[in-house]
């Protein structure tokens, strides 16, 4: 069992953040490839002031109007995004993992910290759920992927939750930790996941054709 | 069948609180030396332990380190861990007191492919 | 009979709106062969990575919806919302790798056409800024080339494939109007002129082919303030004078190309500095933005300038002088063509504080103001759809009705015949007017002489 468990904590590791990063640098390569062999007039109205406008607008908390129109869901998305990468990265027994494999390591959250992040993680969860269940307009838009994609995101949280407190099953949750996390993480580049870096590409068009051509804001 | 679920009820009232107090008594390592620590000491039996692992000398465990070089044959069972391995790296010994623990446990154990190797099957709550 | 009420209520709520005979006539004509060979050329020979970026990212969040006029003037219907629009129409054709039976390409035809304006508001409320009215487009032209456009618009999209224009004006019809303005407006200025085909003027006015056929009025104006600024400037006596462009609206983009070529052309034939245009936002839209682009110009090849802008000129310069100010109380629709997708919502503001005493807001407003419901080719839809664009058009009513103003002023042509339909449907007792109308009203009437 150990021989597994140091294939999953180790090679596999690697293999996971191999995937991870190459997936994500081949996503833009091809979207790029893709736009030069197709829509190449893409680049003539694309302005880097324009496109950084854009995205610089949008990522200011409640600035654009759609956000002050749905505070809740963003203030909720807000948080859920930026703890779904500060829980894991800050996380004391993932540096300890880092520090033995590499003797690196840097400031980390307390655990009893992290372990009121990470539930407020499984209730952003929660609430992109049930909203998806309630919301008319959300509901209409959902189908079981939906609610796939959040269950992806939902399991590492919920295993490493259940893990930390021990609660049952320690050996199993953990491995089911590693496992969702690691599945998790190979699944970004290739499914709507991939939004992270889709998201500042297509923010960035539609801020240079508003910028540049339409002479307006588009936030 | 209202009197069977509360006498099983009972039973694992009863079942949890000799788990729950049996519990106290484990034997921990010593993590004093260790500011804020985020777990409890890890459960180590000693004796137990190097019986069940087979190990006799006591320098598999308390090695004697001269720079880089492991001295062979001598133990060091009379110093406390960190008196080498300090909280933070330093120039003389980069393995912090906490990689030491980690290492010397985890690694024999994948080593071994027997023992405990995450984190809270040492630092049991 | 109790029992079949029940069932009824149940079942899905099937959507029993109008269609047109060009629309029943097409789809009786298709075949499954042909529907699923055109879907699946345009989705994947005239579509790229942006198409397939904004398919792929969507994650379905549904904060689109709110910005659309259509969802919100129908109770928050989720068929409405942009994104509900878009899984009715292209999802499904991608899903089903364009093997789609007749009542969805009913339906779509009706989505892509009628229930979504293409005004583009919702892709400033999407956060990843996804082009919704791209994607509707791209159903319209999808419905192009299955030949199920409706009947109206396709109408106009025939005349301006046979005649360059979208009024099936004659050429000399167009002249005679020309001529018959010039000579009304002598009444007013004696030397006044509508200089045909001059090369070298520092100006082309264009119009849209509308106004020859029913509101000459505004050519005359035109003509009057032009005169009055002391303007050198020309109107094409020749096709290319009609800057209005109906096909970009149905996914023709061939013909659309056509339009926009014949329109440059005619303003590099005639030397002009530059191209003025009437008061109308899709017609900007084709010459600023779109048919440019597709016969191969990233910008106009010609300086274009929407008559929002040439009105700032000539008051900011003082070559229009105001006599008196506008008295009664006037609100502004800002045109989703010239506004969010110009920018001249600001200036439109200074020029209305300069000809109104009484200037009220309605909002929202600027680039964020909601579309008139007509103008992105939904009105051009015609008659058979005008009850139905009433009900879509709900919360611009309430909107107009909030400020209580008397007069609307709208610079824009789509916007202006389907506010009328609004303010006509819900009783709003309010007149619209084109800013050049006011102007026309206020404006000193004497020629403007260089240091006055
Ligand atoms: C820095 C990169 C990222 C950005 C800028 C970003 C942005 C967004 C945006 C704009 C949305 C749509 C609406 C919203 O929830 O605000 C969204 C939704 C979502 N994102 Fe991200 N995201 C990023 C990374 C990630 C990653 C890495 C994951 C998970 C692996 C993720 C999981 C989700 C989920 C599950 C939703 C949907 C919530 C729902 O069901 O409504 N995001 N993201
Ligand atoms: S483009 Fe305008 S009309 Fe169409 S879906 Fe978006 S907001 Fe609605
Ligand atoms: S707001 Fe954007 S991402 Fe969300 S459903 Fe609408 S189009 Fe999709
Ligand atoms: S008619 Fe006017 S508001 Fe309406 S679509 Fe045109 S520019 Fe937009």
């Known amino acids: 069992m150990n021989a597994f468990i140091d294939f999953i904590m180790g090679p596999m590791v690697w293999i996971t953040f191999l995937i991870f990063i190459l997936g994500l640098i081949l996503k833009i390569v091809l979207i790029l490839k893709d736009v030069n062999a197709r829509e190449p007039y893409i680049y003539s109205y694309m302005t880097l002031k324009h496109s950084l406008r854009s995205i610089a607008a949008w990522s200011i908390p409640f600035f654009p109007k759609s956000t002050k129109q749905s505070p809740v869901f963003y203030g909720v998305s807000y948080i859920f995004h930026l703890l779904l990468f500060l829980v894991p990265i800050f996380l004391t027994a993932h540096i300890v993992l880092v520090n033995e494999a590499f003797q690196v390591s840097w400031i980390a959250l307390d655990d009893s910290i992290a372990d009121i992040l990470t539930i407020m993680v499984g209730l952003g969860l929660v609430f992109f759920m049930i909203r998806r269940m309630m919301v008319p307009e959300v509901k209409y838009l959902t189908s079981c992927k939906d609610y796939l994609l959040i269950l992806i995101v939902a399991l590492p949280f919920i295993t490493g939750f259940i893990a930390y407190h021990q609660f049952f099953l320690y050996r199993p949750m953990v491995i089911a930790h590693v496992i969702s996390g690691e599945i998790m993480l190979i699944l970004i580049p290739f499914s709507k996941f991939s939004h992270m870096i889709v998201a500042p590409l297509t923010r960035a068009y539609m801020g240079s054709e508003f910028g540049n051509v339409r002479h307006a804001k588009d936030w | ?125 | 009979m109790s029992n079949e009420i029940k069932t009824m209520d149940k079942s899905p709520i099937v959507k029993k709106k109008n269609t047109d005979e060009a629309v029943e006539s097409g789809l009786a004509k298709l075949t499954r062969e042909r529907i699923k060979n055109t879907i699946n050329q345009v989705l994947q020979n005239e579509t790229g990575p942006r198409f397939k970026a904004y398919v792929e990212t969507c994650m379905h969040c549904g904060l689109c919806a709110e910005a659309c006029l259509y969802f919100l003037s129908n109770d928050r219907d989720p068929s409405y919302s942009p994104a509900g629009k878009v899984k009715q129409t292209i999802w499904e054709m991608l899903d089903k790798k364009g093997e789609v039976s007749i009542d969805f390409l009913r339906r779509a035809v009706h989505i892509a056409h009628l229930e979504c304006n293409v005004c583009k508001r919702c892709s400033m409320y999407c956060p990843f800024g996804i082009d919704i009215a791209y994607l509707m487009l791209m159903v319209r032209r999808i419905c192009h080339k299955l030949e199920i456009t409706p009947l109206y618009i396709q109408d106009t999209v025939n005349s301006h494939s046979a005649t360059m224009n979208q009024m099936w004006v004659k050429e000399d019809e167009w002249i005679d109007t020309l001529q018959w303005q010039e000579e009304d407006a002598r009444e007013e200025f004696e030397n006044l002129r509508i200089p045909l085909d001059k090369v070298g003027a520092d100006i082309m006015y264009s119009v849209i082919a509308p106004e020859p056929k029913f509101q000459a009025g505004l050519i005359y104006q035109m003509a009057t303030i032009m005169h009055a600024a002391g303007v050198n400037w020309t109107m094409p006596s020749t096709p290319g004078w009609d800057n209005s462009n109906m096909a970009m609206f149905t996914g023709d983009n061939e013909i659309s190309g056509r339009i926009a070529r014949a329109f440059y052309e005619t303003a590099a034939r005639l030397k002009v500095k530059r191209v003025v245009m009437g008061e109308c936002g899709h017609a900007f839209r084709s010459t600023y933005d779109v048919g440019n682009r597709w016969i191969g110009w990233a910008m106009p090849p010609f300086e274009v300038v929407h008559a929002l802008e040439f009105y700032h000129e000539l008051l900011t310069s003082g070559r229009i002088k105001i006599a008196q100010k506008y008295k009664k109380t006037v609100t502004l629709h800002d045109p989703c063509n010239v506004s969010r997708g110009r920018g001249l919502h600001d200036m439109a503001r200074e020029i209305t504080n300069m000809l109104c005493e009484s200037f009220i807001e309605m909002t929202p407003n600027r680039e964020h103001n909601y579309c008139c419901g007509a103008g992105g080719g939904v009105i051009n839809c015609g008659p058979p759809y005008k009850g139905e664009r009433m009900v879509n058009n709900r919360v611009k009513a309430e909107q107009l009705k909030a400020t209580g103003a008397e007069v609307l002023i709208a610079p824009c042509h789509n916007c202006h015949s389907g506010l009328e339909d609004i303010i006509h449907h819900y009783n709003l007792n309010m007149e619209v007017k084109f800013l050049g109308d006011i102007i026309f009203e206020t404006m000193e009437k004497k020629i403007y002489q260089s240091g006055d």
């Open chain 2, 1 to 125: 069948m209202k009197n069977k679920i509360i006498f099983l009820s009972f039973i694992l009232f009863l079942l949890t609180a000799v788990v729950a107090f049996s519990n106290t008594e484990l034997e921990r390592l010593d993590n004093s030396d260790f500011q804020k620590p985020q777990r409890p000491g890890a459960v180590f039996e000693h004796d137990g332990h190097n019986e069940m692992a087979g190990i006799d000398d006591c320098n598999v465990c308390h090695h004697v380190y001269e720079g880089k070089k492991l001295v062979e044959d001598e133990s060091s069972e009379d110093s406390s861990c960190a008196d080498c391995h300090s909280l933070k790296a330093v120039v003389d010994n980069s393995i912090t007191l906490e990689l030491a623990y980690h290492k010397r446990c985890k690694n024999c154990h994948f080593e071994q492919n027997k023992g405990p190797v995450l984190c809270g099957e040492c630092h049991i709550k």
